[in-house]
């Protein structure tokens, strides 16, 4: 089982440039989220879906754009990169159960210079 | 709305030293609490987790137990190692479909 993988591992972008950030599970899970993780400051919610087809904002939610056409696949759109966007972002997955226990992948570190 | 609050690092200690690293709650209802570890370079993964009030979450020699008459969460572990040294974060589920995270304690453990 790979669990949840992410693609890239490392990308630097140009400010205005845009990007995907890959995320794919193989668990079967019906929700998926994105974080991005800037240093010392926990984890932000950027964007989450609930099963294909269905997405809804979290915490920070401008700048991204987010799909969900299957359920193993849940990519983030970078429009428009901006230095504020450098940060580590992390997809995750949940089956949806009680306790609601979330499975991380290993992470895109994004630089916008 | 809820919160999770958890002790600012960075935290270092000498192997085998015990470790406690608190985190306190506020959430309506019952909660289920998570402990989560991010090894250098790597995502998070589940440490330990516990569903209602006293129950007593446990992996790897840590451990934590759910008070609810102090909203409290504290993350322990009576002999630590070098290979412990990572951040520790503290993380509610209050129904919805998303996790509270805490900010995160660095922990350092030195041979």
């Known amino acids: 089982n790979a669990g949840v993988t992410q693609t890239p591992k490392f990308r630097i972008l140009k400010i205005g440039q845009s990007m995907t950030l890959q995320c794919t599970q193989d668990?079967?899970?019906?929700?998926m989220y994105w974080y991005r993780q800037d240093p010392g400051m926990g984890l932000k919610l950027i964007y989450y879906?609930?099963?294909?087809?269905?997405?809804d904002k979290g915490e920070v939610p401008n700048g991204y754009n987010v799909s969900r056409s299957t359920t193993e696949d849940f990519p983030l759109r970078l429009e428009l990169a901006a230095p504020s966007q450098t940060s580590v972002y992390f997809c995750?997955?949940?089956?949806?159960?009680?306790?609601?226990?979330?499975?991380f992948g290993p992470g895109t570190r994004l630089t916008v210079l | 709305g809820d919160s999770v609050t958890q002790m600012e690092g960075p935290v270092t200690l000498s192997e085998e030293a015990f470790l406690t690293i608190n985190c306190t709650y506020t959430?309506?209802?019952?909660?289920?609490l998570f402990w989560y570890v991010q090894y250098p370079g790597e995502g998070l993964q589940l440490l330990l987790k516990?569903?209602?009030?006293?129950d007593k979450g446990s992996n790897k020699g840590f451990e934590a137990t759910y008070r609810k008459e102090t909203t409290s969460f504290h993350l322990e572990k009576g002999s630590v190692q070098v290979s412990d040294s990572a951040v520790y974060f503290c993380?509610?589920?209050?129904?919805?479909?998303?996790?509270?995270f805490g900010k995160g304690t660095k922990l350092t453990v030195n041979p």
């Open positions: 995750a997955s949940s089956s949806g159960g009680r306790p609601d226990t979330q499975y």
């Open positions: 668990m079967n899970h019906n929700y």
């Open positions: 879906s609930v099963g294909a087809g269905i997405t």
């Open positions: 959430a309506t209802g019952y909660p289920s």
């Open positions: 516990a569903t209602k009030a006293d």
């Open positions: 993380a509610l589920n209050g129904g919805s479909e998303k996790l509270v």
